[in-house]
């Protein structure tokens, strides 16, 4: 069983930065797929982030390319997201998740299906 725990949410105007963190159960953290989904009200939940297991490849899709930056600490069995220059629309609960065996096709990294293990998440609200 794998359990993750984010933090790091909060309350920011426009512009401004945050960055969330996920610490992760398991012995064989460094072998973990790692994402950020987000959900806002009455949305369906979206793909914000991954990492592959080594740290060597990353994935975003286009809403946030160029203003959040995923990255781990395998020694640490963390997860991070880095939010610069948010915006209104960022407005979200952000949730990590893991895929314990870290195979997942560069396209599955996008899909929620392909993650076993979620975080309770952690809100991010962004004021205009």
């Known amino acids: 069983q794998v359990q993750l725990v984010e933090s790091g949410g909060g309350l920011v105007q426009a512009g401004g930065s945050l960055r969330l963190s996920c610490a992760a159960s398991g012995r064989t953290f460094s072998y973990y797929a790692m994402g950020w989904f987000r959900q806002a009200p009455g949305k369906e939940r979206e793909f914000v982030a991954a990492i592959s297991w080594s740290g060597g490849t990353t994935y975003y899709p286009d809403s946030v390319k160029g203003r959040f930056t995923i990255s781990r600490d395998n020694a640490k069995n963390g997860v991070y997201l880095q939010m610069n220059s948010l915006k209104p629309e960022d407005t979200a609960v952000y949730y990590c998740?893991?895929?314990?065996?870290?195979?997942?096709?560069?396209?599955?990294?996008?899909?929620?299906?392909?993650?076993?293990?979620w975080g309770q998440g952690t809100q991010v609200t962004v004021s205009s």
């Open positions: 998740a893991a895929n314990p065996k870290g195979r997942i096709s560069s396209t599955g990294y996008y899909s929620a299906s392909n993650y076993n293990y």
